[in-house]
C-alpha cells in the first residue's frame, strides 16, 4: 500500500524560509502527480501546490505564487516543498497528496493518498 | 476561483440513521467532484470520485450523486466509525477548491 511521510514542519519566523519532504513507499512515485494541500483551523482545506510525474508542470494557489516552490527527485522518491518569506497566514498543516495519474488532467485531480502531516507555525 | 458550500455544517446523528450531505458550486463543475472522510489529527480519506465512483475499500454505505453545481453525499446507516468530518473537493478547474467540512457528530 502506498504510503507518504512529511518532514520539515516546525517554528519560524516571519520573512523565514522551510523545506518540507515527503517520502514516499508502497507505489512507483515517478508515475504520478503529486500535491501539496495545507489545513488550517479557519481556512479548511487549501490546495497548494501540484507537480507532474516527470517534474516539468507545476502549478500553484495565487496565496503563494512566488514564495513556494514545489519539485521533485523521482531518484529518491521524495517530494519537496520550499517556502520562503513566510508569513503568519501560511500557518497550517502540510500534506502532501499522491493524484492518480501522472498530470492533473483527465479527471484524475483528486488525491487517493495523503501523508500524515508536518506542522508549520509561523510565529514571532 | 470556483466556491464550494457544504451543508449543514454540523450535523448530529444517531448510529443507525441515514444522512445527506450537500456540496454546491458556484459553477458547473460537470461531475468532477471528490468526498473525503478526515478524523481528528488524521489526514483526508478519499470516499468518492467522479462524484459518484466509490473508492475501492470503502463501505457501500456511502454513497455519492449529483451534478453540474449540486452533490448529496449519503450514508446509510450510521456506524460509529463515521462520525468524522466530511469534505467535498472540485477538480474542475485550477484552483482546486474544497468545501468548508460538515462535521457529523453524535447525538
Known amino acids: 500500500e502506498a504510503q507518504l511521510l512529511e518532514s520539515g514542519g516546525g517554528l519560524v519566523q516571519p520573512g523565514g524560509s522551510l523545506r518540507l519532504s515527503c517520502v514516499a513507499s508502497?507505489?512507483?512515485?515517478?508515475?504520478?502527480?503529486m500535491s501539496w494541500v495545507r489545513q488550517t483551523p479557519g481556512k479548511g482545506l487549501e490546495w497548494v501546490s501540484q507537480i507532474t510525474n516527470g517534474g516539468s508542470g507545476t502549478q500553484y494557489a495565487d496565496s503563494v505564487k512566488g514564495r513556494f516552490t514545489i519539485s521533485r527527485d523521482n531518484s529518491k522518491g521524495t517530494l519537496y516543498l520550499q517556502m520562503s518569506s513566510l508569513r503568519a497566514e501560511d500557518t497550517a498543516v502540510y500534506y502532501c497528496a499522491k493524484y492518480l495519474a501522472g498530470s492533473c488532467g483527465g479527471g484524475y485531480c483528486y488525491s487517493d493518498y495523503w501523508g500524515q502531516g508536518t506542522l508549520v507555525t509561523v510565529s514571532s | 476561483d470556483i466556491q464550494m458550500t457544504q451543508s449543514p455544517s454540523t450535523l448530529s446523528a444517531s448510529v443507525g440513521d441515514g444522512v445527506s450531505i450537500t456540496c454546491r458550486a458556484s459553477?458547473?463543475?460537470?461531475?468532477?467532484l471528490a468526498w473525503y472522510q478526515q478524523k481528528p489529527g488524521k489526514a483526508p480519506k478519499l470516499l468518492i470520485y467522479?462524484?459518484?465512483s466509490l473508492e475501492s475499500g470503502v463501505s457501500s454505505r456511502f454513497s455519492g450523486s449529483g451534478s453540474g453545481t449540486e452533490f448529496t453525499l449519503t450514508i446509510s446507516s450510521l456506524q460509529p466509525d463515521d462520525f468524522a468530518t466530511y469534505y467535498c473537493?472540485?477538480?474542475?478547474?485550477?484552483?482546486?477548491?474544497f468545501g468548508g467540512g460538515t462535521k457529523v457528530e453524535i447525538k
Open positions: 459553477q458547473s463543475i460537470s461531475r468532477w
Open positions: 508502497g507505489f512507483t512515485f515517478s508515475n504520478y502527480a
Open positions: 467522479k462524484a459518484s
Open positions: 473537493q472540485q477538480y474542475n478547474s485550477f484552483p482546486l477548491t
